[in-house]
């Protein structure tokens, strides 16, 4: 009889997970579901759509498991995350830190859990099905079960966020299906709330824009980045012993914001960017090389929101120690829901559980899209549209002739990165292309680069990888080289000309592949550039009526959604 696990993350950016029998079956974030951008609560909407596609009821789950102790209730948490920036720069809020919610917080381990436990059986749990577990747990089972190279060597396990049950930072090594926790930094000493609290003071919103800092930092110039740094180098350090981050203030990281926004007044925007991103770099690197020199593991997977930053990632990959890096797919708190889920099968799976836990691959784990559906939506338009049976050359053909088309097929990727089946896609080959996508739907900031997809076997061909590390998620980033980088010039940043890429292997998604293959054929270059398939503020397109709302509201005028092109004038 199968064995279903529901993995949960209710907190923000909120996901579920079903797996059966060590695989996974579906998995989305809550904010596809609702249209409403990191969602905060329990992924009520998420829990149907998991159950109702493998045809069971709640009580049909094994375990409910639910990542993360303690959470704030949402009647006691503000959703406005730049009001909180704003607020916690103040007196009143540096008091409101250190005297109201860190007692609050840190005593009472099952805070806001009578609320949670409402929400978990008004969804049709019962109590008794529900095991809670700790949030780095989450973010270690993550990148553990789906990132090993196989489950019986070790691998060195680092988690990194702002802070999750009293921790910032853990270590961990994984081996034969068990984690053994061996570092802990207690949430006072986070790398990853200074970012976020950085972020605030500088006019953004935390949690969500800390990729505009990273994108912006290349620009400055090293002079001026390392000047920055060092005001950041003197709030916190990595002990190589206890491969603990130590904080060098009186006060904890989470009552900085008025400490930095003194500290970083009067810098100049780009410098004090390029000075948290090169501060970031350096204290990543130096605890993950500690941990490789105390463990002897030179296999290394990584989970947390700190390590969202690409460029960071960029420089563990290159580090002479690793000889394998794994990073999940989306990796802050949104992807605990398919880790913690697996670790629950792992422990209660009975013999031979760890085995059949695979590695991940694709993640097209969200709704699918059916004919009917694609047609009923296309027909009712108003406007042209033509059905193609073979709808992949058609997309490479209106590429190569120098149009965007925005791609609504199969089912949907998981996470923030745009892995083809809800992308925009363009001929990265002309700069004028970011002018013209940012125009139509995205307007990002004039700083952000858009990111290329290019098939496995011609990656080296664009990109510096010595160690030919995958990167189906857009996890790293990538030198260009110089002799063909204009040949993706949209898609790459224009300061240091490196790239986000996606490599696609034709397996993982053959209709994403060949539309790859036939502009290749068409063009001689096998890269395109690849962006998120939503209007600026809006979550990632769900299916059909979404890229159809999408596209009436926006200056595209090339839409392909399932085997249907359909189109509008410019």
């Not at 990111?451 to 998620?473: D, G, I, L, T």
């Not at 040949?487 to 490599?503: E, I």
């Not at 209709?511 to 600026?536: A, D, P, Q």
Request: hydrophobic share 40%; with cysteine; net charge positive.
């Amino acid at each position: 009889m199968p064995q279903y696990v529901l993995g949960v993350h209710d907190g923000h950016n909120s996901a579920a997970a079903l797996i059966r029998d060590g695989e996974i079956l579906f998995a989305v974030q809550e904010e596809r579901l609702v249209n409403q951008k990191n969602y905060y609560g329990f992924p009520h909407e998420a829990t149907k759509a998991a159950l109702a596609h493998a045809g069971i009821r709640p009580s049909d789950v094994a375990q409910l498991a639910l990542v993360t102790m303690r959470r704030t209730p949402p009647g006691r948490r503000t959703t406005d995350q730049s009001y909180a920036a704003r607020r916690d720069a103040s007196l009143w809020g540096f008091f409101r830190r250190t005297c109201l919610w860190y007692p609050a917080y840190r005593f009472n381990p099952n805070l806001g859990w009578s609320e949670r436990l409402a929400e978990i059986q008004r969804a049709g749990f019962s109590e008794k099905q529900v095991q809670r577990y700790v949030h780095h747990l989450g973010h270690a089972a993550t990148a553990y079960y789906c990132m090993r190279q196989n489950p019986r060597d070790k691998h060195l396990v680092v988690t990194m966020d702002g802070s999750g049950d009293l921790e910032c930072c853990t270590v961990w090594i994984g081996e034969a299906g068990k984690m053994t926790q061996i570092a802990s930094t207690p949430l006072g000493n986070s790398l990853g709330s200074i970012y976020a609290m950085v972020t605030g003071q500088m006019g953004f919103v935390p949690l969500e824009h800390e990729y505009k800092l990273m994108g912006m930092a290349p620009y400055a110039s090293e002079k001026y980045a390392q000047s920055a740094a060092n005001a950041f180098r003197a709030l916190l350090r990595v002990d190589p012993q206890s491969l603990r981050l130590v904080r060098q203030t009186p006060e904890p990281t989470y009552a900085f914001p008025r400490r930095l926004r003194r500290m970083i007044s009067g810098m100049r925007f780009d410098n004090v960017c390029a000075g948290m991103q090169v501060f970031c770099e350096e204290i990543i690197v130096e605890l993950v090389r500690a941990a490789i020199a105390k463990t002897g593991i030179r296999r290394v997977v990584v989970a947390g929101g700190v390590f969202m930053n690409v460029k960071a990632n960029k420089r563990l990959m290159e580090l002479p120690e690793v000889d394998y890096l794994g990073i999940p797919p989306s990796c802050g708190d949104e992807s605990m829901c398919f880790g913690i889920a697996q670790h629950a099968y792992a422990q209660v799976g009975g013999g031979g559980a760890n085995e059949r836990i695979a590695p991940l691959g694709p993640v097209y784990f969200g709704p699918d899209i059916t004919e009917d559906d694609a047609a009923t939506i296309v027909k009712a338009s108003g406007h042209a549209w033509k059905r193609y049976d073979d709808i992949e050359s058609e997309i490479a053909a209106v590429l190569s002739s120098g149009h965007p088309v925005a791609r609504c097929k199969g089912r949907m990727e998981f996470g923030a990165r745009a892995l083809g089946n809800r992308s925009i896609l363009a001929d990265p080959r002309d700069q004028d292309v970011v002018r013209v996508i940012n125009q139509m739907i995205k307007k990002r900031d004039f700083w952000m680069p858009f990111a290329p997809v290019v098939m496995r076997e011609r990656v080296q061909e664009y990109f510096v990888n010595p160690k030919n590390f995958p990167s189906p998620y857009m996890m790293l980033t990538f030198d260009t080289h110089p002799h063909n980088f204009r040949d993706l010039l949209a898609a790459v940043h224009n300061a240091d000309l490196t790239a986000r890429a996606q490599v696609i292997e034709q397996q993982h998604n053959p209709e994403y592949y060949k539309i790859l293959k036939v502009f290749s054929e068409k063009t001689g270059r096998g890269v395109l550039l690849n962006t998120s398939f939503n209007l600026h503020g809006l979550p990632v397109v769900l299916g059909p009526k979404e890229a159809m709302y999408v596209f009436e509201n926006s200056g595209l005028t090339h839409l392909a959604v399932g085997q249907y092109m359909v189109t509008k004038p410019a």
